[in-house]
C-alpha cells in the first residue's frame, strides 16, 4: 500500500472465510488478500511467484494492487461513516419522539388533573373537549358538555351586549379575562374567574377557544362576609354608622325626587349604664340584644334600625305621608322598651327609651347635619324627663353648640379655680335652730358672671368632669368644716352631695378616707347625699359600698327621695341615717291632695325605719307648719335660710 511497506509472502492459500472479499474479486490469479486491522494485504501464494517473469514486473503489479485496495478502503471507511451517521439520525428521532411523548402525557395529566376547568370549543360554541374538572364545577357529565353549546350553562346575570364586548376583546388581544356568573346542573347561579383564548392556524385565523376558569364561590363568601363585618356591628348584626350614612344619604335623595317625607329617630337606651355597671357587660350586651328584637318588631321592614354607639341606635323611615307618623312610631318605640327585661339570669331589668326626632328634608340635607339635628333633639328629650321623645327645632343646633362651648369652660374652670362653694342652713324642725349645712357649688365664670347649676351639673355628669369637680367639692367643704368647728361654730354636720357617676368610681371610699385624713375632719361631721336613683343601681354592690362607707364613721342620707323606683326589701338593708323629701313634692303641700299623701307616706316610712326624715324647698310657713304637724325632723330652703359665701352665713353662736 503507498507509504507503507508491501510485503509478498509465498505462503499456501487461507480459507475463504479469511479473505477480503473486496480485493479478492479483482486480484490476480494464485494471488490472496487478507484484511489485517482495516488494511488490506496482498498475499502471493507459492504457485504464482513462479509464473512472474521479472521483479519489476511484480512491482508494477503489487503497486496497481495497492492503489486498489486504497481506494476500495477509502469506499469502505466512506460507507462506515454514513452508517454511523445513519445511525445517530435515528437516535435522536427516537429521543425526539420520546420527548414529544412525555411532553403529550404532561400536558394530558395537566388537562385531567387541573382543578380548574377547561373547555375548549369550536368557534360557534359547540364544546369539543372538557377535563373533569369541568364536570366537578359544573354539575354536567361529559356525555351532557360534549357536542352542546356553551349556552347550556348561561345564567340570564348578563345581558348580550356583555357577551358582545367579551368576544371583542378576544378578536382584538387574543383573550378576554374577568368575571362571570354562570348556572349549575342544580340551577345554582356560581361566579367564575374565566380566561378565554384564541387558537390560531397559520392563516391567523381563529379556530378554537380555550376557556379555564375556576369557581370564585368561597372568595365571593369571603368577600361578602368582610364587607357586612365592615358594615355591620358585631353584637346585634345592625347596620353600623358606615351603612347609615350611606342610607340617609338615599333617603335625602329620594325625599327630594319623590316628595313626601322621611323621618330620623336617633334611640337612647335609658338606665343601659346601671344595667351594665351592675350585673356586667354579659348582661348588658344580653340587654341589648333584647331591645333590638322588640324595637324591629315596631317598625316596618322597609325601615332600617342601625346601632351607632353602646345604647344608642337609629330608625330610618321613609315614603312617610305626614312628618307626625314619626311621633306615632317613636311613642310605639318608647312603650315597646318601658315593658320589663327578664334576662337568662331571672333578672327582671327595667329601663326605657328617649327619642330624638329629625325630619326629612326640611331638617338637614346630609348625613351629618341630620344625625347632628337628630342628636340635638334627643339631648332635649333627655333633659324633659326622658322616657319621651322630642322633635328637631333649629334653636336646638344654637343650644347645642351652647352647650359645647359650655363644656369646654367648664373643663378650664377647675384649672382655673372658678368653682366657689355656697351652704344652705339645715335647722331642726321643732325650733329652727341650725344644725347643719349643705355644700352647694357654684360657677363664677368670667364672661357670664354667676351660672346655675341647672345648666353645667348635667353636662358635668355626663362630660365625666363631675368626679375631679366632686372630689374638689368635698375637700373645700371638709376644709371649711374644720375651720368652723375651730372657731366654736355649734353645727353639727356638713352634708355634701355624691354625683351617681362619682358614687360609681370604683375608689370613691378610698378617696373619702383620704381627704377625711388629709384635712382632720372628723368622720361624724360629714354627711354623704346619694340620689335614690343611684342607690337603686345594682343594690347588692351599693348596699357593701354604703358599708364600706359606714365603716369610716360618716352619715349617709338618700337625696330626692321619692322621685326613684325604689325597692323597700332594699331600703331596709341600706345602711343610711336620712331620708330627703324631694322639693316636687313639698312645692305642691298643703293645697295638692296627692303632694300631701306622698309626702305624710314618705315621712312615716322614715320614722317606722328609725331615719331622720328632711324636707327640702319649704318656702311658705303653710309647708312649715304642715309639715311640723307630720312630726318631720329638720327643714330646708329658702324660708329657713337662701345659700351663701361662708363670709355671709353667721354660724358662730
Known amino acids: 500500500m503507498i507509504g507503507k511497506e508491501t510485503r509478498i509472502l509465498a505462503v499456501p492459500p487461507l480459507p475463504a472465510r479469511q479473505q477480503d472479499p473486496a480485493l479478492h474479486e479483482t486480484a490476480p490469479p494464485a494471488w490472496h488478500t487478507y484484511g489485517f486491522a482495516g488494511v488490506a494485504t496482498l498475499v502471493m501464494g507459492a504457485a504464482a511467484i513462479g509464473g512472474i517473469a521479472e521483479t519489476r514486473d511484480l512491482w508494477f503489479v503489487v503497486t496497481l494492487v495497492s492503489a486498489y485496495a486504497l481506494l476500495v478502503s477509502l469506499l ?5 461513516r454514513t452508517t454511523e451517521a445513519a445511525l445517530r439520525a435515528a437516535e435522536e428521532q427516537f429521543q425526539s419522539r420520546r420527548q414529544t411523548e412525555a411532553s403529550l402525557r404532561l400536558v394530558k395529566a395537566a388537562f385531567e388533573q387541573s382543578r380548574e376547568g377547561v373547555v375548549i370549543t369550536a368557534t360557534d ?41 367579551m368576544f371583542k376583546c378576544v378578536a382584538a388581544n387574543g383573550y378576554w379575562q374577568g368575571e362571570i356568573w354562570n348556572r349549575r346542573k342544580s340551577g345554582e347561579v356560581f361566579p ?71 323621618a330620623i329617630l336617633m334611640i337612647d337606651i335609658d338606665h343601659f349604664r346601671t344595667v351594665n355597671d351592675s ?59 318601658s315593658q320589663p327585661f327578664i334576662l337568662s339570669g331571672g333578672q327582671d331589668v327595667f329601663v326605657g327609651a328617649s327619642v330624638g326626632i329629625c325630619i326629612l328634608p326640611e331638617d338637614g340635607d346630609d348625613a351629618a347635619q341630620i344625625l347632628r339635628n337628630a342628636d340635638a333633639a334627643l339631648h332635649e328629650a333627655k333633659a324633659g324627663g326622658r322616657a319621651t321623645y322630642r322633635f328637631y327645632r333649629p334653636a ?68 365625666g368632669v363631675i368626679v375631679e369637680m366632686g372630689e374638689w367639692i368635698l375637700r373645700t367643704a371638709c376644709r371649711q368644716m374644720v375651720s368652723w368647728l375651730a372657731e366654736g361654730s355649734p353645727i353639727e354636720m356638713i352634708a355634701v352631695n355624691l354625683s351617681p357617676r362619682q358614687f360609681r368610681h370604683p375608689d370613691l371610699v378610698g378617696m373619702v378616707r383620704g381627704i377625711l385624713d388629709e384635712t382632720g375632719l372628723p368622720a361624724r361631721h360629714l354627711e354623704l347625699e346619694i340620689t335614690e336613683g343611684a342607690l337603686m343601681d345594682g343594690a347588692d354592690e351599693t348596699v357593701a359600698k354604703l358599708t364600706r362607707l359606714k365603716d369610716l364613721g360618716v352619715r349617709l342620707a338618700i337625696d330626692d327621695f321619692g322621685t326613684g323606683y325604689s325597692s323597700l326589701a332594699y331600703l331596709k338593708r341600706f345602711p343610711v341615717d336620712k ?66 359665701a361662708p363670709a355671709e352665713l353667721n354660724l358662730i353662736k
Request: glycine fraction near 8%; hydrophobic fraction near 45%.
Open 396 to 463: 336646638l343646633t344654637d343650644q347645642a353648640h351652647e352647650r359645647l362651648d359650655l363644656e369646654s369652660r367648664l373643663r378650664r374652670a377647675l384649672a382655673h379655680e372658678e368653682f366657689v362653694l355656697h351652704y344652705q342652713p339645715l335647722a331642726m324642725m321643732t325650733d329652727r335652730r341650725v344644725k347643719g349645712v349643705e355644700a352647694l357649688v357654684r360657677w363664677m365664670d368670667p364672661v357670664e358672671g354667676m351660672i346655675s347649676p341647672i345648666r353645667f351639673i348635667p353636662l358635668a355628669e355626663e362630660s
Open 76 to 80: 469502505q471507511r466512506r460507507a462506515r
Open 192 to 262: 367564575q374567574w374565566l380566561t378565554i383564548t384564541a387558537v390560531k392556524n397559520d392563516l391567523g385565523r381563529i379556530t378554537n377557544y380555550v376557556g379555564t376558569f375556576a369557581d370564585i364561590s368561597l372568595i365571593k363568601q369571603s368577600e361578602f362576609k368582610l364587607d357586612h363585618i365592615a358594615h355591620h356591628d358585631a353584637l346585634t348584626d345592625l347596620p353600623n354608622r358606615l351603612l347609615l350614612t350611606s342610607r340617609l344619604a338615599h333617603s335625602v335623595g329620594q325625599v327630594k325626587r319623590n316628595g313626601g317625607y322621611g
Open 579 to 644: 331620708l330627703k323629701v324631694d322639693q316636687a313634692f313639698v312645692r305642691g303641700i298643703p293645697s295638692n291632695r296627692t303632694d300631701c299623701e306622698i309626702v305624710a307616706a314618705v315621712i312615716a316610712l322614715g320614722k317606722a325605719l328609725g331615719l331622720e326624715v328632711l324636707a327640702e324647698g319649704i318656702e311658705t310657713e303653710e309647708q312649715y307648719g304642715y309639715l311640723m304637724a307630720l312630726e318631720c325632723d329638720t327643714a330646708q330652703g329658702y324660708l329657713v335660710a337662701r345659700p351663701a
Open 279 to 337: 350585673l356586667g357587660h354579659t348582661a348588658g350586651d344580653e340587654l341589648l340584644q333584647m331591645a333590638v328584637t322588640r324595637m324591629l318588631s315596631r317598625v316596618r321592614q322597609c325601615d332600617m334600625l342601625a346601632r351607632v354607639g353602646g345604647d344608642e341606635f337609629v330608625v330610618v323611615l321613609e315614603d312617610l305621608d305626614d312628618p307626625l307618623r314619626a311621633g306615632t312610631v317613636a311613642r310605639a318605640l318608647i312603650d315597646e322598651l
Open 125 to 165: 360554541g359547540t364544546v369539543l373537549a372538557i377535563n373533569p374538572a369541568t364536570s366537578l364545577i359544573s354539575g354536567y357529565s361529559p356525555a351532557e358538555l360534549l357536542g352542546a353549546n356553551m349556552r347550556l350553562v348561561k345564567s340570564g346575570h348578563h345581558n348580550a351586549a356583555f357577551y358582545r364586548d
